[in-house]
């Protein structure tokens, strides 16, 4: 499905809405393609990584209903943003900044 928007997969900062996110398969595979492009456009630069794999996060949006789902998706999409930065999940000092879990609480919501 994604190779059917494969242009828009490829720019970092062009937003996806998935409606009925789930635990988010479909975003996690659209962040992979935002930060393979990352990668690719920026990956001389750690500062620029940081900077566009932020930008790619921020651009994804979904929303769900049941609430452990959500936990699920926004849990998923922050597990491959720090594995793609090298940060770990579970030290507070090293781990991911709390910002970055403030961006999926803001786009990853729970809606009728």
């Known amino acids: 499905m994604l190779d059917?928007?494969?242009a828009e997969t490829e720019r970092i900062d062009?937003?996806?809405p998935e409606p009925?996110?789930?635990d988010g398969?479909?975003?996690?595979?659209v962040l992979?393609?935002?930060?393979?492009?990352v990668q690719h456009k920026y990956g001389a630069s750690d500062f620029e990584c940081t900077h566009y794999a932020l930008l790619g996060l921020m651009c994804i949006?979904?929303?769900e209903l049941l609430a452990d789902n959500i936990a699920d998706c926004r849990a998923n999409l922050l597990a491959i943003y720090a594995a793609y930065l090298q940060l770990s999940t579970s030290d507070e000092h090293t781990g991911l900044p709390g910002w970055c879990c403030r961006v999926t609480s803001s786009t990853v919501i729970a809606r009728d």
């Open 25 to 29: 398969n479909f975003l996690v595979q």
């Open 61 to 63: 949006y979904g929303i």
């Open 4 to 6: 059917m928007v494969k």
């Open 20 to 22: 009925a996110c789930g």
């Open 14 to 16: 062009s937003r996806f």
């Open 32 to 37: 992979r393609r935002k930060l393979a492009a």
